[in-house]
């Protein structure tokens, strides 16, 4: 309630723009809203010490005022443990609240952590099963893989509210950053390692996404459309992909990372079923050894010049110095 009260209270002075929407402050997914509740609870409290002093310094230069031959004078003043025990005892409780609170909600709201509710007052019923997006950031554009579905778009992502959806993400050369501002918080992109992000959309819609990380001449039109649905109208939506969609094998792919700027939507009816493992271990073209292969092979062999557990100066370089290694797959939050 007291969220809620807040949030209208920001949102009253915008009544003006008319239809202009702040996803940051009213988003639609729950993942965003309750970030947004972190946000603006955290801004509150700030604003208790912030407010006092704005209207202190008003209040002091005027009844201080050169002019002012009332104000009390006291050349003999220097200390007063009340006035000590406000400016210190203030805002530290501040910054324990704000830092507990932002402690929490992180760690509440951590994108790899599985959701545990839909909306509030809605846990996940037993037994769902997320949707599954694969995501891949090109130059300059995105590619999702619906597994479940066998389908792939490029610019375009559909989801039916109230489901959890559970992104898979990495890149095919540049570091970008996925952001849909009504669904959740943005993650990074980054080529050979992955990241996660679990989030849901709650009200049907056209939402905006992009990338939040420049990345390029093209990073201005790095964007594509969310699409909120009904199961029903997100079932309709796959049958379209499915039935006007092309085949995106490694031929494909290869012309498809060439870069592009403001590239058009576009519908794949089938992919290769480990495209999206092989992108993200670098590793799609034929005759290219994967990243885990690497690893495997390296774990098992000692580095040259290395005898005895030791290495000796001037050691050669490494056998496979030069190939990319998969690093541990980590969040941006």
Known sequence: MIVR???????????????????????????????????????????????????????VAWRYRASNKQARYDAEWDHSPQLELVVWAGPLLIIIAVGAISWIGTHQLDPYRPLDRVAKGQPVAAGTTPLEVDVVSLRWKWLFFYPQYGVATVN????????????????????????????????????????????????????????????????TDMRFSFEGMSQRDFDDWIARVR????????????????PQRDAPVRHYAHFEPDLYTRILDRCIDPGETCMTQIMSSDAGKPMPGMHDGSVHAGAGPLADAGKPVRAQAVAAH
Do not use: W
């Not at 009253?12 to 609870?41: F, N």
């Not at 990495?170 to 992955?194: C, I, K, N, R, W």
């Open 5 to 59: 009260r807040l949030r209208g209270l920001l949102l009253s002075p915008l009544a003006l723009l008319g239809g202009c929407h702040l996803a940051l402050l009213d988003p639609s997914g729950d993942v965003a809203r309750q970030q947004s509740d972190v946000m603006i609870v955290t801004t509150a409290i700030t604003l208790l010490i912030v407010v006092p002093v704005l209207v202190a310094i008003g209040v």
């Open 156 to 219: 375009q992502l559909a989801a039916p509210v109230d489901v959890p959806i559970r992104f898979k993400m990495t890149s095919d050369a540049m570091m970008d950053a996925f952001s849909v501002p009504e669904l959740a918080g943005m993650v990074y992109t980054m080529p050979g390692m992955q990241t996660v992000l679990h989030a849901v959309i709650n009200k049907p819609g056209q939402y905006r996404g992009f990338s939040a990380n420049y990345s390029g001449a093209g990073f």
């Open 243 to 258: 039935a006007g969609g092309g085949e995106l094998d490694s031929k494909a792919y290869d012309q498809l990372r060439q």
